[in-house]
């Protein structure tokens, strides 16, 4: 995760116009609630976030090794890049939930770690030009949802146009293109970029499928960067509940001038997770919770 010397503290005052209740999609839903972050966020461009600041966020790891980031979004299931999982065998992953510091001593005493038992790559996933960089985690066993590890929320309206707004980005990424991973989980903030901008970006038109946004300045500095693939781009909703809206895909670099990160389009395969959860129930925005 690149990180920069100025606050982004301009940011709190950003309004949003989102939708009503009355507008989501229909789902299984579960007595729980998504979306919730540990604590009122006051966020800073490449920050350290507080300790399980955002609960959904996970660590995928192959053969031992931190890979890519991830979100829960049910007890069972977890959302991450196809890339991630692109070629990899089953059993050499593992999913960890509650994580923060990845270098401390005393942290297999809070995490939650789980093999994978089913990994849904989409089938359209093209790894020449990443389109349809998305697939679906099953873990082996549920997870207990506490303070410390609960579901994001999916968006809540399939005609919605994210231009414009703020997302924040979370991972464990590395801190520069050149830099090393982070042992802490890292927090940035990045204007969610119209078609026609990203199309005018460095990238070019031609690069740029309907099922990809772009977030970043076009200054660069502040970007997502290896490591952090797989991980959630969320925003807050008018409830006050944070949503998924994109999966962090590629890039070319890290925080490189008119070169923003690329994003999956979550709002686009809404209708393909519900199906293959398989009727699993998802948490609701806003309710009250009894946590453990």
Known sequence: M??????????????????????????NY???????????????GGNVTKSHEFPWIAGLSHGGEFHCGAALISRRHLITAAHCVNGF????????????????KNR??????????????????????YNNDIALLEIDVPVVFTRKISPVCLPSDKSMDYAGRMGIVAGWGRTGERGETSQILRKIVVPVWSTEQCHNSGYGEQKISGNMFCAGYTEGLVDSCQGDSGGPLQLTNSLGDMEIIGVVSWGRGCGRPNLPGIYTKVINYLHWIEENMVGECVCQTSIDVKFI
């Open 30 to 44: 579960c007595n729980c609630e998504c979306g919730v972050v540990t604590r009122e966020s006051r966020v800073v």
């Open 89 to 104: 065998n089953l059993n050499d992953l593992l999913v960890t939930l509650g994580d923060h510091d990845r270098g401390s």
């Open 2 to 27: 690149t990180v920069v010397l100025f606050a982004l503290l301009f940011l709190l005052n950003v309004t949003w116009a989102l939708p009503s209740r009355q507008s989501r999609s229909p789902r």
């Open 108 to 129: 297999f005493s809070e995490v939650q770690v789980r093999r994978v038992r089913s990994v849904i790559k989409h089938e359209h996933f093209d790894l020449a030009t």
